[in-house]
């Protein structure tokens, strides 16, 4: 019995291993959802990043992916709506939730505004590590509601990591993704 119980921990321990291997030799494989082009509703665009979120909104807007578009996120909610509108977004196309700090406060407290909108498919835009904690939080949150993940790839190359501090929020991503799975049960995969 002993025997096979220290097979089993083995077992385990090697899959951990492989699996903790992959996610630091592999960060962009294992942190990015892209959901490929796809025709929604609406758009959410998550505060925090660099301008690179409300400028890969502005592309696929103009794609054509979605026709309206709601800025998440207290602190950049006017400087992306700048942003979306210097990209060629009409004022009549983006609604505002300025009060959310977090990720999981952006899924919150835009599902509501999203159903007012009449929303049944979304697309969540934001940074490539960042895209599926953002996905599965709205997916979460958001019973009956359709998302699609379309990140921005800004620094996603490992060239670009160090002198745009990419490495950081990589990181910390992960200890996010455990974070968000034990304290609000948003399965990570």
């Excluded at 951990?16 to 592999?26: H, P, Q």
Aim: charge should be positive; include cysteine; glycine fraction near 8%.
């Amino acid at each position: 019995m002993r025997r096979k119980f220290l097979k089993i921990l083995s077992a385990l321990f090697v899959v951990l291993l492989l699996a903790g291997l992959t996610a630091w030799f592999c960060p962009q494989q294992v942190l990015t959802v892209d959901s490929g082009p796809v025709k929604a509703d609406a758009m959410v665009v998550l505060g925090g990043g660099m301008p690179e979120r409300p400028e890969r909104a502005a592309e696929l807007f103009k794609q054509g992916e979605a026709s309206k578009i709601l800025i998440s996120g207290q602190g950049d909610c006017a400087s992306n709506e700048k942003l979306l509108e210097k990209n060629g977004v009409t004022n009549a196309a983006i609604y505002l939730e300025c009060k959310s700090h977090t990720t999981r406060e952006n899924a919150e407290f835009s599902i509501p505004l999203l159903r007012q909108m009449g929303a049944h498919r979304v697309i969540i835009v934001t940074s490539w590590y960042h895209s599926r904690r953002a996905l599965m939080c709205f997916e979460h949150y958001g019973a009956g509601i359709k998302f699609y993940s379309r990140p921005s790839y800004f620094a996603y190359p490992r060239a670009e990591w160090h002198p745009k501090r990419i490495s950081g929020y990589v990181k910390s991503e992960y200890v996010k993704l455990l974070g968000y799975w034990v304290r609000y049960g948003v399965w990570p995969v």
